[in-house]
């Protein structure tokens, strides 16, 4: 096999992103290899860390995402255990609804909840072995409570971005942070971590 750069026009970048789709699709996000991927796009392995950093980064570019959403929230996390239910309320806001955000994670939602069954058990690997255990990480609560919480979450996105109920899709930012997150914070005070 020869080594170096590819003659010509290099597909390389979109190559590695359709053989990640492909294989987090057959075998999940867990089990999908940096390795494997890169023999599927028939590159070095060095190529996937050039251009997408790491496993978390091909991800985001499978699906769309302009931001590494562990690290959003993993800094909303920071800090004392009593305000995390506003701090994470607001941290997903701001991915939502941000400017550069925003329509990625609504594409996102629509392929996880939608007949693209492929998006669906990436992104539900994705908060399994990912966003889950960084929420349980860094606030010290249950896997059990991180669920509850993650559910709420995401029906909250589900109600306000997907079916647009009036009573979801009409309050501001603010008054979703005050409510949601006080109703998350119940939610975390109520496991003893």
Do not use: C
Request: glycine share 10%; charged share 20%; aromatic share 8%.
């Amino acid at each position: 096999m020869a080594t170096g750069r590819r003659a010509g026009v290099s597909t390389a970048k979109a190559d590695i992103l359709e053989a990640a789709r492909e294989l987090f699709a057959e075998v999940g996000y867990d089990r999908a290899t940096i390795r494997a991927i890169a023999a599927r796009a028939g590159v070095d392995v060095a190529l996937v860390s050039y251009y997408y950093g790491n496993k978390k980064g091909l991800f985001r570019g499978v699906m769309s995402m302009p931001v590494d959403p562990e690290e959003i929230f993993t800094a909303a996390l920071d800090g004392p255990r009593e305000g995390v239910g506003e701090r994470l309320v607001r941290a997903a806001l701001t991915v939502w609804e941000g400017q550069e955000t925003s329509d990625a994670f609504r594409a996102l939602l629509r392929a996880a909840v939608n007949a693209d069954e492929g998006a669906s058990n990436t992104f539900g690997e994705f908060l399994s072995s990912v966003m889950i255990p960084t929420l349980t990480r860094h606030s010290g609560i249950s896997i059990e409570t991180a669920r509850v919480v993650a559910s709420t979450m995401f029906g909250l996105a589900f109600m306000r971005y997907l079916i647009a109920a009036p009573l979801f899709a009409e309050p501001s930012a603010d008054e979703l942070v005050a409510t949601y997150g006080a109703a998350i914070q119940r939610i975390v005070d109520g496991d003893a971590g």
